[in-house]
Nanobody, 124 residues
C-alpha cells in the first residue's frame, strides 16, 4: 500500500517562506508523477503544481507560478514544495498526491494516492 506523509506546514507572515515535504513509502516513487493541491473550506481542490517522475517536467497553477517551486529526490522517496513570497490567499490545507502511470494531470481525480494534508496559514 502506497502511503504519503506531508510535513512542513505551519503559520507564517505574508512574504515569508515554507517548504513542504511529502514522504512516500510502499511503492516505486521514482516512477510516479507527483502533484500538490490545496483546499480551503467550501471550495474544490485547486491544482498547485506537478512534476514528472524524473523531475524534467513541471507546471504550476497561475496563482503560484513564479513563487512556488516543486522538486523531488527519488533517492529519498520524497517530494517538496518550496513556497516563497507567501500571501494570505495561499492559506489552505496542502495535499500531495502521486500518479502511478507517471502521467502529469491537472485534475485531482486522476491521482491515485494522497497524503493526509498539512495546514498552511499566512497572516497579513
Amino acid at each position: 500500500q502506497v502511503q504519503l506523509v506531508e510535513s512542513g506546514g505551519g503559520s507564517v507572515q505574508a512574504g515569508g517562506s515554507l517548504r513542504l515535504s511529502c514522504a512516500v513509502s510502499g511503492g516505486t516513487f521514482s516512477s510516479f508523477a507527483m502533484g500538490w493541491f490545496r483546499q480551503t473550506p467550501g471550495k474544490d481542490q485547486e491544482f498547485v503544481s506537478h512534476i514528472s517522475w524524473n523531475g524534467d517536467h513541471s507546471d504550476y497553477g497561475d496563482s503560484v507560478r513564479g513563487r512556488f517551486t516543486i522538486s523531488r529526490d527519488n533517492a529519498k522517496n520524497t517530494g517538496y514544495l518550496h513556497m516563497n513570497s507567501l500571501k494570505p490567499e495561499d492559506t489552505a490545507v496542502y495535499y500531495c498526491a502521486v500518479q502511478r502511470s507517471g502521467t502529469l494531470y491537472l485534475w485531482a481525480d486522476e491521482y491515485d494516492y494522497w497524503g493526509q494534508g498539512t495546514q498552511v496559514t499566512v497572516s497579513s
